[in-house]
T-cell receptor, first 113, second 114 residues
Framework: AQSVTQPDIHITVSEGASLELRCNYS??????LFWYVQSPGQGLQLLLK??????LVQGIKGFEAEFKRSQSSFNLRKPSVHWSDAAEYFC???????????FGTGTRLQVTL | GAGVSQTPSNKVTEKGKYVELRCDPI?????LYWYRQSLGQGPEFLIY????????DSGLPNDRFFAVRPEGSVSTLKIQRTERGDSAVYLC????????????FGEGSRLTVL
């Protein structure tokens, strides 16, 4: 069965600083990988997804993520964080014939001005 | 509609009562998913519909939970004999295909069982 680990529960960065949120997955073959963002009181919004091909994936709001098979990782990055990026970020995986998303426990991002 | 609509947005009930949560997916989306999100956790899969049929209900925690999608659009999640541990946000998502990801999520129904 697939699983996702987000080792950082809470991260604080200054506005304008760069950001990297870590995600490690467990799955025997190449999975489908996703990053979602959840702002307070709102639903999950898809930031980006990786199915195959180029391992560097561009998403919305200036986010990108890199799939590294050798490290079983799919870390999310942003060069310059904005105060509005403060939210909860979830990494998720879909593996094989399964259609369900398996989520990590999330990383809460706080942005200081 | 433009997005996935879930009603009610908030539901407070007493232990032992019956609850229904409704999901109205994006028009034309054949795949529909229910997830449950407890405080401080990521969403956990409950059930997946492809059209009218439940293609995967492996995430339903027990037989008090049941979901239907009789006409392949609107879905209802039904919880019998609610328990305090059922308190959570119930999220619905829909997508055009069965890849599971890229699905569009609703804002959720927050269930509180007293």
């Amino acid at each position: 069965a697939q699983s996702v680990t987000q080792p950082d529960i809470h991260i604080t960065v200054s506005e304008g600083a760069s950001l990297e949120l870590r995600c490690n997955y467990s799955y025997g073959a190449t999975p489908y990988l996703f990053w979602y963002v959840q702002s307070p009181g709102q639903g999950l919004q898809l930031l980006l997804k990786y199915f195959s091909g180029d391992t560097l994936v561009q998403g919305i709001k200036g986010f990108e993520a890199e799939f590294k098979r050798s490290q079983s990782s799919f870390n999310l990055r942003k060069p310059s964080v904005h105060w509005s990026d403060a939210a909860e970020y979830f990494c998720a995986v879909v593996g094989g014939t399964a259609s369900k998303l398996t989520f990590g426990t999330g990383t809460r991002l706080q942005v200081t001005l | 509609g433009a997005g996935v609509s879930q009603t009610p947005s908030n539901k407070v009930t007493e232990k032992g009562k019956y609850v229904e949560l409704r999901c109205d997916p994006i028009s034309g989306h054949t795949a529909l998913y229910w997830y449950r999100q407890s405080l401080g956790q990521g969403p956990e899969f409950l059930i997946y519909f492809q059209g009218t049929g439940a293609a995967d209900d492996s995430g339903l925690p027990n037989d008090r939970f049941f979901a239907v999608r009789p006409e392949g659009s609107v879905s209802t999640l039904k919880i019998q004999r609610t328990e305090r541990g059922d308190s959570a946000v119930y999220l619905c998502a829909s997508s055009l295909d069965r890849t599971g990801g890229g699905a569009v999520f609703g804002e959720g129904s927050r269930l509180t069982v007293l």
